[in-house]
């Protein structure tokens, strides 16, 4: 195994840690996903956990339970899909990594 190997190695320690850094990163970022015209607001972190739900009086109907319903898991949705993208990882499952040169 010559310096060839080593090198890729060192490379993809490197990778590691830079992907690593970003995952931490993600952790602390705030992802605002809305719904409804800003009826309904989220805010979730980068490990996809509510950090806050708004919800404008404007839709609260004790007749429509339905709707709101319908527009939290919208609003939901909208910010999966924002923390998703931005994840390190690229949407691969488990936060598993791709391997050096792929």
Same mark, same amino acid.
């Given at each position: 195994? @010559?310096? @060839? ?10 990778? /590691? ?19 409804? !015209? ?6 979730? !972190? @980068?490990?996809? %956990? ?27 949705? /909208?910010?999966?899909?924002?923390? %998703? ?8 499952? @488990? ?8």
């Amino acid at each position: 195994m @010559g310096s @060839g190997y080593s090198k890729m190695k060192k490379q993809a320690k490197m990778f /590691e840690q830079q992907l690593e850094a970003a995952r931490s990163e993600m952790k602390t970022k705030e992802i605002i996903g809305s719904s409804g !015209n800003g009826l309904v607001t989220v805010v979730i !972190n @980068g490990d996809k %956990e509510l950090q806050k739900l708004t919800i404008k009086p404007d839709c609260v109907d004790p007749k429509d339970v339905e709707g709101l319903q319908d527009l939290i898991k919208a609003a939901l949705d /909208e910010a999966y899909r924002k923390a %998703e993208s931005e994840s390190p990882t690229g949407g691969l499952p @488990g936060g598993m990594s791709l391997p050096f040169g792929m």
